[in-house]
């Protein structure tokens, strides 16, 4: 029964700090690479108007059709099939490996990204309240 089976990246209550070898020192504006958007475009598009609107999957999934191009009547299956295994999470994300920005997860999983210079970073950096994570580092130690 694999394919009945859901692996979420989502969190609760949690705080995706920046990489420890970040090379920023604040949240940054991923750059437009050609004609195509890359995926830590897409991802800021969609999180840095719309605060605690989306969850992870919901990002991550939209980024994987949109890049895709998957029709809208394949959403479903396709979305079945993407989640029976397992996907990198936010921790991987170029937005907090590359580009500064923290993710917090609401208790209901929804998201928001925070640049690594601001108030509000530190503040869920600061609360014992909040589970904290650090992405992924881009390079082995």
Do not use: W
């Not at 999957?57 to 029976?84: G, M, T, Y």
């Amino acid at each position: 029964m694999a394919a009945d089976q859901f692996h979420s990246t989502n969190y609760c209550n949690t705080f995706i700090e920046v990489a420890e070898d970040t090379k920023v020192d604040c949240g940054t504006v991923p750059p437009q690479k050609g004609k195509e958007k890359t995926i830590a475009v897409m991802q800021y598009e969609m999180l840095a108007d719309r605060p605690y609107q989306f969850t992870s999957d919901e990002v991550l999934f939209q980024v994987f059709a949109d890049r895709k191009a998957i029709q809208s009547s394949a959403i479903e299956s396709e979305r079945k099939a993407f989640f029976s295994k397992g996907q990198p999470c936010f921790r991987a994300s170029p937005l907090t490996k590359s580009f500064g920005f923290g993710v917090h997860a609401n208790d209901v999983g929804k998201i928001a990204i925070y640049g690594m210079e601001t108030e509000t970073y530190r503040t869920f950096v600061n609360d014992p309240k909040v589970k904290k994570v650090k992405a992924m580092r881009s390079s082995k130690k």
